[in-house]
């Protein structure tokens, strides 16, 4: 490195835009920068005149950045159906996590049972002989699910049926009287489903006919990346991300919610390297971290800096002319065109100026 001297040059300016927008944020992150900028700057410090100028040799520089943060990995999940059940829950027979099976024993209220079953129609009555309907009809494919009953098509509560449903009720401990109270069986529109427990839903706790005990799995599994406003302007979106032993994808920026906290400015979503799916689609990861859980505090691995190599020079020696284009100047004052491919700590990659060459270094 030396000194050079040479008239003053009106007419361009440093990089301050484009590239200082790019970089505001991982500057901050690198405090101090890299020991030969430290170096550069004492040595321009204590020049003895106002036009010294020192210039720099293009090297062949390496920058990155990964931060690990915090995310949440948790269950998409939506409010099952009614309980229809009134008086104390005496017993829970499923836990978090569980992956629920038509006939399964969900929990029971005074001591009387509800079951899961598969069927489009909520429970909003009892059943008995001579009913009708589309809730007899999925009736009629529980109880052949259940090897009860032969004749599974059909609307009509029948004796055939009304038998079927007296030993079904013997086989699980409910009052053998042929009616099917509307608390007795709980129907998910698919099964078998992955669920999760309302924080109601307790031994001891009272039931009422309009809580909600079960939440079932809508959307598979999420990871969100909750960020302060300092946090939002490090992580760029579609920031490549990994976590756990193998999962890979990039943070993509979500619309706010209505009801979002002042302090978290954006949520990010961890999706397929596409961007186009959560990250957790297709994969038995997400559920293998999870386990029961209905949601997981995750480390992340978030590159803020993609790593990249190649001919550095410091911030100091980009400048931008009136077209917004950047270039460097030669130590004999040629200018020369570059393009800025990444930026941190005060060192820029770019393309354009050979390895070797001495570039002029601004005030």
């Known amino acids: 490195m030396r000194r050079r001297t040479s008239p003053g040059r009106p007419g361009r300016r440093r990089v301050v835009g ?12 690198f405090l101090g920068g890299r020991a030969s900028i430290g170096a550069v700057t004492d040595r321009a410090e204590s020049g003895s005149s106002a036009d010294a100028e020192l210039t720099w040799e293009v090297k062949h520089e390496s920058i990155g950045r990964t931060l690990t943060m915090s995310g949440v990995l948790s269950e ?56 009708r309907g589309a809730d007899v009809s999925q009736l009629r494919a529980f109880l052949c ?3 009860r009953l032969k004749a599974c098509k059909g609307t009509t509560f029948d004796l055939d ?52 005990p079960i939440l079932v799995a809508s959307q598979g599994q999420v990871i969100e ?35 979002a ?18 990250v957790c689609a297709g994969t038995d990861l997400c559920s293998a971290i999870l386990g029961t859980s209905a949601s997981v505090p995750l480390e992340l691995k978030v590159v803020v800096v993609p790593s990249m190599d190649g001919a550095g020079v410091p911030l100091r020696a980009i400048l931008s002319a009136a077209d917004d284009t950047t270039y460097v100047i030669l130590a004999d004052g040629t200018h020369v065109p570059v393009t800025v491919l990444g930026t941190t ?13 001495l570039v002029r270094l601004e005030a």
């Open 18 to 29: 484009g590239i200082a927008a790019v970089t505001v944020l991982v500057a901050g992150a």
């Open 76 to 131: 998409r999940t939506q409010p099952g159906p009614l309980a229809n059940a009134a008086g104390v829950v005496t017993s829970v027979d499923v836990a978090n996590g569980d992956t629920v099976k038509t006939g399964q024993r969900l929990f029971s209220t005074d001591l009387r049972p509800t079951v899961a079953g598969e069927g489009a129609t909520p429970g909003f009555r009892d059943l008995s002989l001579g009913d």
């Open 145 to 147: 699910k259940a090897g």
């Open 161 to 212: 049926l009304s038998r079927a449903v007296t030993a079904w009720q013997k086989s699980v401990g409910l009052t053998p009287d042929g009616t099917v109270d509307a608390s007795s069986i709980m129907w998910l529109p698919e099964l078998p489903a992955r669920v999760q427990l309302s924080k109601e839903l307790a031994v001891g706790a009272r039931m009422s006919v309009d809580d909600r």
């Open 225 to 259: 990346l909750k960020l302060t406003p300092a946090q939002a302007e490090l992580v760029p979106d579609r920031a490549p991300i990994s976590f756990g032993t193998s999962g890979a994808g990039v943070a993509v920026r979500m619309p706010p919610a209505q009801d």
């Open 261 to 278: 906290s002042q302090d978290v400015a954006v949520v990010m979503e961890v999706r397929s390297e596409d961007g186009t799916a959560g």
């Open 345 to 357: 700590g005060g060192v820029a990659i770019v393309d354009g100026v050979e390895l070797g060459a």
